[in-house]
């Protein structure tokens, strides 16, 4: 099955828009860092991340399973200000 996210990245347009990703069930966020890491380098691996509208630590990276339409937004440190 393939999960579709949209990926909103102030500041990253490259990586920001709706993306559809052909990943496993039970993929996690970690999974999903770690397919953007490989396709846009450093511009994942900082930052918030959150996962429809919950802020989600990156230690909970593993545990946080995706699902068909969640919404993931990056911010990264330089959006903070």
Sequence with gaps: MSIKVTLKAPGIESISGQ???SLQ???T????????GAEF???????????NCEVVRR??????R??????????PPMALG
């Design 66 to 75: 995706l699902k068909d339409g969640d919404e993931i937004l990056l911010v």
């Design 25 to 27: 069930d039970n993929v």
């Design 19 to 21: 993306r559809e990703f």
């Design 41 to 51: 380098g450093e511009a994942v691996d900082e930052g918030f991340i959150v996962v």
């Design 59 to 64: 230690d909970q990276a593993a545990e946080t």
């Design 29 to 36: 966020l970690r999974d999903l860092l770690t397919h953007l």
